[in-house]
């Protein structure tokens, strides 16, 4: 069996269990199968870019990684991954900030890396690469000689054409982009707007099962919509709601229902319209006041950035704002948490929750609203509203739908939510916990890889 060959921008740490979410969990099982390679970014910023790679082994998997130095880390990481792409493919033009340095770095990185990897490759490896920060890495490989058969997974939409190519040089990026053998997006959408861009744009062409030609190159295009490991977390969560954790939580909130979000800082979750829609909730139904508590988790990330600053210092003035406006001297409605918790931890605390609130204005996919299906109680449900712009809408459509843009509607769902009933709920988590046991992990990292080794319908014809 040839080996896996995983990379990505970071290297979930060996034996890091507690921290590992469900896609580490999924990768490292493909990978411990095959002896595979865990190659990436180490997460260290050194003085300068290492070239010399750190090696580990352990439960059958060996991990490489590479330190960056602090140049590189700024141009390749903060300004051109997370301060152009990253608002570029959640639809956000005004956020988008380009600087042609950061762009060549970002390139340069991409191909340290490739380098890196390179030498530790055998001839029947296939890889696998993930995500917006290394979307030349493939390319590079080709570039040092690579004939392997080299895939592409994009966790984050994928722009319309008219918005990819408000990205200067996009061409360039789209070009190496086209160099993988397989490129998988998270929805139907994503793949139709890639597809824009290749017929549109760079006047190629795309065919129904989605091959594809541009720029010279012949390779494929798929949806392969991500999952969880169902059964496992449903487990997790059910050992967890008896955790000193989960019953600190029940007690504080002495009868009163939860609602949770959990969520990364980012502009891109809808955060400040949640908390606005709990205001409109208690405005428009003052007989909820006093009745539940809304616990939103949202641990900081890339304070590098100028934008999640800005955005923390919004939620912080927003949940302040709130609760100064409804609390009674023994109950507050927003709770603001702004430390990362285990993964046990938070499944217990969605076991324990009333309602879970998704409604990102932009999402790939959204593992939350899995697993929050997943970790309910099956004899009394809570209620799931998720975001029509969250991948997991297409799946979970027995959800409360809502457009996170629209306060009223979020504050109605809200209200809704609160007020159904046992056999509503019951009829909804089915529906939904059919479709996340269907849609796991690993039917997501199967079908992915199946696809992958298979001949492209250009090499079946010059074999045949």
């Not at 040092?144 to 408000?166: D, K, N, W």
Request: glycine fraction near 8%; hydrophobic fraction near 45%.
């Amino acid at each position: 069996m040839s080996r896996l060959i995983v990379v990505s921008n970071r290297v979930s740490a060996p034996g890091n269990r507690a921290a590992a979410g469900g896609l580490a969990v999924g990768l490292r099982d493909a990978l411990r199968r095959s002896d595979g390679v865990w190659f990436g970014w180490s997460g260290e910023v050194a003085p300068v870019t290492s070239h010399t790679p750190r090696i580990v082994t352990a439960a059958k998997i060996t991990y490489v990684t590479v330190d960056l130095g602090e140049a590189h880390h700024l141009e390749y990481y903060v300004s051109y991954s997370n301060s152009t792409l990253w608002p570029l493919l959640h639809y956000r033009l005004g956020l988008v900030e380009y600087r042609r340095h950061a762009f060549e770095g970002y390139l340069e990185v991409n191909r340290h890396l490739a380098r890196m990897l390179m030498p530790l490759l055998r001839p029947d490896d296939v890889i696998w690469v993930h995500d917006y920060h290394l979307v030349p890495f493939g390319a590079e490989l080709r570039r040092l000689g690579s004939r392997h058969r080299i895939g592409y997974f994009l966790h984050t939409p994928f722009p319309a054409a008219e918005v990819m190519v408000a990205l200067p040089h996009h061409r360039r990026l789209m070009e190496t982009f086209c160099a993988y053998d397989l490129i998988g997006f998270q929805t139907i959408n994503d793949l139709h707007a890639f597809a824009g861009y290749i017929r549109e744009v760079a006047h190629g062409s795309m065919d129904a099962d989605g091959t594809f030609t541009a720029f010279g190159q012949h390779a494929r295009a798929a949806v392969f919509p991500i999952g969880i490991d169902t059964e496992t977390f449903a487990d997790l969560a059910e050992q967890a709601a008896m955790s000193a954790e989960a019953r600190r939580l029940e007690q504080s909130l002495s009868g009163r229902r939860l609602i949770i979000g959990v969520d990364r800082l980012d502009y891109s979750k809808g955060i400040p319209n949640r908390f606005e829609a709990i205001d409109g909730l208690l405005s428009d139904w003052p007989e909820h006041r006093g009745t539940f508590n809304y616990l939103q988790i949202a641990p900081h990330s890339r304070g590098e950035v100028a934008q999640y600053r800005a955005l923390r210092r919004e939620i912080e003035a927003a949940a302040g704002r709130i609760n100064g406006k409804f609390a009674e001297f023994d109950w507050t409605p927003i709770r603001y948490v702004n430390k990362s918790s285990t993964r046990a931890t938070l499944a217990g605390f969605y076991r324990v929750a009333h309602v879970g609130l998704v409604t990102p204005f932009r999402d790939g996919m959204n593992l939350v609203a899995k697993e929050f299906v997943a970790a309910q109680d099956a004899a009394d449900p809570g209620v799931l509203i998720l975001s029509e712009f969250a991948g997991a809408a297409r799946e979970l459509d027995a959800a409360l739908i809502v457009n996170p843009f629209d306060l009223d509607a979020m504050g109605a769902a809200l209200h809704r939510s609160l007020t159904m009933s046992l056999d509503e709920r019951r009829d909804r988590w089915y529906a939904m916990m059919a479709a996340v046991r269907k849609n796991t992990v690993t039917t997501w990292r199967k079908s992915f890889l199946d696809a992958l080794r298979a001949p492209l319908r250009h090499e079946q014809s010059i074999a045949g």
